[in-house]
């Protein structure tokens, strides 16, 4: 670990582990580099580079099978991957795995000449992400302590949803500004012989993501330790339970949570793939579709380190409780809002209720993971959440034939059902509430 004054500095103005904020930093770059692919591979698809056997699929159903496919894999791999790194006792190494495979991928589109071959690079590149997701916020877990353990969960959450964020922008920038010409290099055969060479903007799109997952790698590499005492305490025993061992519910608490997560990221969800749908019915166009997708994020970003910090002092259960409790109606809300400035509002809100309920969960599931457990315990909240990102678009599609008020109606549903979940399996981790300001710096 590299200790150095501008590491202290750095750290002070969010209050975490110096090793925290430079994972966090690493898991932004991370973020942008293969959030680029979210705009990029749809139009890559769609310009017609890509060819061979379509299996009989039409262009939409191919794009939304490489999207969803990453999503998929990532999720189902995340419990096996988490479960892993507990058994060594390491976590460093599995986030490295995973950047490696990442940025490998990233530079494997270029040569992706086929349905075929997208589909399994993208594929490849979900497994990949599944071993950095779940052993990254293991080593979170593990470098915070109960009482700065939210804001540590929120402060990295808020840097993975800044470059998740960025991402689709930067992306669309940099394809439509190609093709770029490369100074210093000519072509030397063919009837081009002479000219610059030049790089399109989607193969510029593939090098930016694979640089940023390099940079990701870098930082890792040189600030990242993994924590003796999960190396000291490495598990072999290790298993998700469903029923609470200790009998004072009837539920596993952080099974708990990662049933209320999964209810919470699909009603999230819902608003993604139904545009044409919300435009036609608030008579908008796409730039008020994408302020209103945008507002969720605003939130999350604003507000996942403040709540963090907040739980940390007033306990993890008020502020879960609370905000699937503000789901309810937020989500139901999008169906019956008439104006666009509604939708925006309401859309603002949700993203109030995600992050009052997200940071939160992490840490009580955080707190209740013993030693090197953390990897298999928070997956669980990791995958459930991945399985409501994909499972929400597609309820939205199924829904909305019955009615534009139909899939919100069974997103607010869902949050009921969470709500109670989190209220009667759910018991409160933090006993001693911090009655002075956090720490800025932690120990090494």
């Known amino acids: ?56 699929l039409s262009e939409s159903m191919i794009i939304g099978t490489v999207l969803s496919l990453y999503g998929l894999l990532n999720s189902s791999f995340q419990p096996f991957t988490g479960n892993l ?26 040569f992706a000449e086929s349905y075929l071959a ?62 770029y010409a490369l100074p210093g290099l000519e072509v030397v055969t063919g009837a081009e012989a002479g000219a610059a060479v030049a790089v399109t903007g ?5 090098y930016v993501a694979a640089v940023a997952s390099s940079v990701s790698f870098l930082m890792v590499t040189v600030l990242i330790t993994d924590p003796e005492s999960t190396r000291a305490n490495a598990a072999a025993d290790l298993s998700i339970a469903i029923r609470d061992p200790t009998g004072r519910t009837l539920l596993d608490p952080i099974f708990t949570l990662g049933v209320s997560t999964f209810f919470l990221a699909t ?13 036609a019915h608030l008579e908008q166009d796409s730039t008020w579709f994408g302020l209103q997708f945008a507002a969720f994020i605003l939130a999350q970003v604003f507000l996942q380190t403040p709540v963090g910090r907040a739980c940390d002092r007033y ?18 809300a999008q ?23 997200f940071a939160p969960s992490l840490a009580l599931a955080g707190d209740l993971a013993g030693e090197a457990e953390s990897g298999t315990k928070l997956a669980v909240l990791t995958m459930a959440f991945g399985f409501g990102l994909a499972f929400g678009p597609l ?46 710096v932690g120990d090494d």
């Open 1 to 56: 670990m590299v200790d150095s004054g501008i590491g202290r500095r750095l750290a002070a103005p969010f209050a975490v582990d110096r090793r925290v904020l430079a994972l966090s930093f690493a898991q932004l770059a991370e973020g942008i580099g293969n959030s680029f692919l979210v705009i990029v591979l749809p139009l890559y698809v769609a310009s017609g580079t890509v060819g061979g056997t379509d299996f009989g």
């Open 85 to 110: 790194s507990d058994r060594f006792g390491r976590r460093k190494p599995f986030i490295l795995i995973g950047l490696t495979g990442l940025t490998i991928t990233n530079v494997a589109y270029l």
């Open 118 to 179: 997208l589909v399994v690079v993208r594929g490849l590149q979900g497994v990949s992400v599944a071993f950095i997701v779940p052993t990254a916020l293991a080593l979170v877990n593990e470098l915070a302590t109960a009482g700065d353990r939210g804001g540590n969960m929120g402060v990295y959450n808020t840097f993975r949803l800044v470059g998740f964020g960025a991402g689709p922008v930067l992306a669309g920038a940099v394809v439509n500004a190609g093709p």
């Open 202 to 206: 989607f193969e510029a799109a593939f």
């Open 267 to 279: 009603a999230i969800a819902l608003f993604a793939t139904i545009q044409p749908q919300v435009n």
């Open 315 to 332: 306990g993890r259960r008020p502020f879960i409780l609370a905000g699937m409790a503000l789901l309810i109606p937020t989500t139901l």
């Open 335 to 357: 169906g019956f809002v008439a104006t666009s400035e509604a939708m925006f509002l309401v859309r603002l809100f949700q993203g109030v209720a995600g992050a009052m309920a």
């Open 395 to 440: 309820s939205s599609g199924a829904l909305v034939g019955y009615g534009f008020q139909a899939p919100f109606v069974f997103g607010a549903v869902l949050a009921v059902f969470g709500t109670v979940l989190v209220y009667t399996q759910v018991e409160e981790t933090l006993e001693t509430p911090s009655p002075v300001p956090l720490p800025f």
